[in-house]
């Protein structure tokens, strides 16, 4: 297929529909592609850099397009363009299908399969061709970039020897991609950043990225089809611009990047909110080829109303316009590797390419056919149970075992309880003294056993890891006990029972330590790479 890519004629425009790189991989793919002389000038890519990637220069611009068999651009054509289209041939660029039906039966007519890279379904087969969040995403960081250059002081706060600085607060109505860029590149140069949407599931995406989240007393979802925003009642729009009239009292800089597809962009900053803010304040419009949001804006020029300058340029990722036209670039490459890599196709059974597709066989098919309604989702899996609810449910019940424990401690508080009031208060002074310290050594060991059986066997399989070493530590204890008791025995009465148990003690305690140094070793190789 013979590809043609042109200089872009609009106003303003530096971008171009293919950069060195992209043109390669386009040549790897069988395809022949002819670049028009002065086409990336704008962009930073001169005509030797597209030579060097294998390309055409075409210097006689009409030829190149009456033998293409497909033309990328990004601007939509102008009538001169589509009269030098060759029927048939394959038009992809951004055509605005939903307000630009005159453009669509002037393409239907030329016979031109034209492809709207600005209908390409926002779903994860289409993601690879979604130029407009990738471009969406410029402009949200240009826009920020824009409202600094206008706004007379820092975004961030300073602490200085003159005196200290407040920061800057900014106002991000729309947190599509567009705006969550604009909040990340505001944050990072330090200012106070707030957000409203209308969706609420954006608000997570908000807050994840520094800023505050804003919202109103009412419960009306904005999500629409496709992951964007719809048109809101009028109770809500009412509720929303009484929050942005408080706002107007306080920020600095409002950014607005509210689209609704289809239509004209939705007015939201009205003019007696440009009227409330402070002077010097700035508003970005990145709406301004749809209208815009604020009632101030003028496309394509930045205005000053009461004091505050309003921002209505409609080519801000045109501004980044290598970075533009790389991303942009790499949408076509994927394009026609959807459409069928070394021999494109117009496969209408295929929903992204029905979808894109807004005139083909000298007819208009804009709007594509609603996509059927979602089945319903499959029965969701029971959610795993926590550590503390598996702890609950693999607890053991209690058993005979248990129940002779209970009734053991009892007899053994019973015992403790004779021998500590009754014995001892009838024994002499000299055995009542070693009789205190049997039934303090009693007491211990029965505690001992009670709260031992209860760590051990109340616990469950997911935390044994954490219990080992909570049993090493109290095995440390008992091996320097069994040492205290073993060496001041051993020195007067030579060997005898308190030394084999104080022995028989650090033997069994060395036992478990060992053993759980063991266990900790062989876990700790699963994780190693060799």
Same mark, same amino acid.
């Given at each position: 297929?013979?590809?043609?890519?042109?200089?872009?004629?609009?106003?303003?425009?530096?971008?171009?529909?293919?950069?060195?790189?992209?043109?390669s991989?386009?040549?790897?793919?069988?395809?022949? &592609?002819?670049?028009? #002389?002065g *086409? !990336?000038?704008? =962009?930073?890519?001169? @005509?030797?850099?597209? %030579?060097?990637?294998? +390309?055409?220069?075409?210097?006689?611009p009409?030829n190149?397009?009456?033998?293409?068999?497909?033309?990328?651009?990004?601007?939509?054509?102008?009538?001169?363009e589509?009269?030098?289209?060759?029927?048939?041939?394959?038009?992809?660029?951004?055509?605005q299908?939903g307000?630009?039906g005159?453009? &669509?039966e002037?393409? #239907?007519? *030329? !016979?031109?399969? =034209?492809?709207?890279? @600005?209908?390409?379904p %926002?779903?994860?087969? +289409?993601?690879?061709?979604?130029?407009?969040?990738?471009?969406?995403?410029?402009?949200?960081y240009?826009?920020?970039?824009?409202?600094?250059?206008?706004?007379g002081?820092?975004?961030?706060?300073?602490?200085?020897?003159?005196?200290r600085?407040?920061?800057?607060?900014?106002?991000?109505?729309?947190?599509?991609v567009?705006?969550?860029?604009a909040?990340?590149a505001?944050?990072?140069?330090?200012?106070?950043?707030?957000?409203?949407?209308?969706?609420?599931?954006?608000k997570?995406?908000?807050?994840?990225?520094?800023?505050?989240?804003?919202?109103?007393?009412?419960?009306?979802?904005?999500e629409?089809?496709?992951?964007y925003?719809?048109?809101?009642?009028?109770?809500f729009?009412?509720?929303?611009?009484?929050?942005?009239?408080?706002?107007?009292?306080?920020?600095?800089?409002?950014?607005?990047?509210?689209?609704?597809?289809?239509?004209?962009?939705?007015?939201?900053?009205?003019?007696?909110?440009?009227?409330?803010?402070?002077?010097?304040?700035?508003?970005?419009?990145?709406?301004?080829?749809?209208g815009?949001?604020c009632?101030?804006?003028?496309?394509d020029e930045?205005?000053?109303?009461h004091?505050?300058?309003?921002?209505?340029?409609?080519?801000?990722?045109?501004?980044?316009?290598?970075?533009?036209?790389?991303?942009?670039a790499?949408?076509?490459?994927?394009l026609?590797?959807?459409l069928?890599?070394?021999?494109p196709?117009i496969?209408?059974?295929?929903?992204?390419?029905?979808a894109?597709t807004?005139?083909?066989?000298?007819?208009?098919?804009?709007?594509?056919?609603a996509?059927?309604?979602?089945?319903?989702?499959?029965?969701?899996?029971?959610?795993?149970?926590?550590?503390?609810?598996?702890?609950?449910e693999?607890?053991?019940s209690?058993?005979?075992?248990?129940?002779f424990?209970?009734?053991?401690?009892?007899?053994?508080?019973?015992?403790?309880?004779?021998?500590?009031?009754?014995?001892?208060?009838?024994?002499?002074?000299?055995?009542?003294?070693?009789?205190?310290?049997?039934?303090?050594?009693?007491?211990?060991?029965?505690?001992?056993?009670?709260?031992?059986?209860q760590?051990?066997?109340?616990?469950?399989?997911?935390?044994?890891?954490?219990?080992?070493?909570?049993?090493?530590?109290?095995?440390?204890?008992?091996?320097?006990g069994?040492?205290?008791?073993?060496?001041?025995?051993?020195?007067?009465?030579?060997?005898?029972?308190?030394?084999?148990l104080?022995?028989?003690?650090?033997?069994?305690?060395?036992?478990n330590?060992?053993?759980?140094?063991?266990?900790t070793?062989?876990?700790?190789?699963?994780?190693?790479?060799?």
């Open positions: 297929m013979r590809i043609f890519i042109p200089a872009e004629t609009a106003a303003r425009e530096r971008r171009v529909a293919g950069v060195p790189d992209s043109v991989r386009l040549i790897k793919l069988g395809h022949r &592609l002819v670049i028009e #002389s *086409a !990336g000038s704008a =962009a930073g890519f001169d @005509d030797d850099a597209y %030579r060097g990637a294998g +390309a055409e220069i075409a210097t006689e009409i190149a397009w009456a033998d293409a068999d497909a033309v990328f651009k990004v601007r939509p054509p102008n009538d001169d589509i009269a030098k289209l060759r029927r048939g041939a394959i038009l992809a660029c951004y055509l299908p307000t630009n005159e453009l &669509l002037k393409l #239907s007519k *030329a !016979g031109v399969t =034209a492809l709207a890279l @600005d209908a390409v %926002r779903t994860s087969r +289409a993601q690879s061709m979604d130029t407009l969040s990738a471009m969406a995403n410029i402009a949200g240009r826009a920020v970039i824009e409202a600094a250059g206008a706004f002081r820092f975004f961030g706060g300073q602490m200085t020897a003159a005196g600085l407040p920061p800057a607060k900014v106002l991000v109505i729309g947190a599509g567009a705006g969550l860029s909040v990340g505001a944050k990072n140069l330090g200012a106070i950043v707030r957000a409203f949407d209308t969706r609420a599931a954006t997570d995406q908000v807050e994840s990225l520094g800023g505050e989240f804003l919202t109103i007393q009412m419960e009306e979802s904005g629409g089809a496709g992951g925003a719809k048109e809101m009642s009028q109770a729009l009412d509720a929303e611009y009484a929050l942005f009239r408080e706002q107007a009292d306080e920020v600095d800089i409002v950014i607005t990047t509210a689209l609704i597809p289809g239509k004209p962009a939705p007015k939201l900053w009205l003019k007696d909110m440009v009227e409330r803010m402070r002077p010097g304040s700035v508003v970005v419009d990145l709406a301004g080829e749809q815009g949001n009632e101030y804006t003028r496309p930045a205005v000053v109303e004091g505050v300058t309003v921002i209505g340029y409609t080519d801000l990722p045109s501004r980044m316009a290598d970075t533009a036209s790389s991303l942009y790499n949408v076509m490459v994927n026609v590797k959807h069928g890599g070394a021999e196709t496969d209408m059974e295929d929903d992204v390419t029905r894109m807004v005139t083909h066989d000298e007819a208009v098919t804009w709007p594509p056919p996509a059927p309604a979602p089945s319903s989702p499959p029965p969701q899996p029971a959610p795993k149970p926590t550590i503390e609810e598996e702890a609950i693999e607890a053991p209690p058993t005979r075992f248990d129940t424990l209970v009734a053991a401690g009892l007899l053994l508080a019973a015992c403790w309880a004779l021998l500590r009031f009754g014995v001892e208060g009838s024994a002499g002074a000299e055995d009542a003294g070693e009789l205190r310290d049997f039934v303090q050594h009693l007491t211990v060991f029965v505690m001992a056993c009670f709260v031992g059986y760590v051990v066997w109340n616990v469950t399989p997911a935390l044994h890891t954490p219990l080992m070493a909570v049993t090493n530590a109290i095995s440390g204890i008992i091996i320097l069994g040492l205290l008791q073993a060496g001041a025995v051993s020195g007067s009465a030579g060997i005898g029972v308190p030394v084999v104080g022995l028989a003690a650090i033997l069994l305690a060395m036992i330590v060992a053993g759980g140094f063991w266990v070793h062989r876990m700790l190789a699963m994780f190693r790479k060799d």
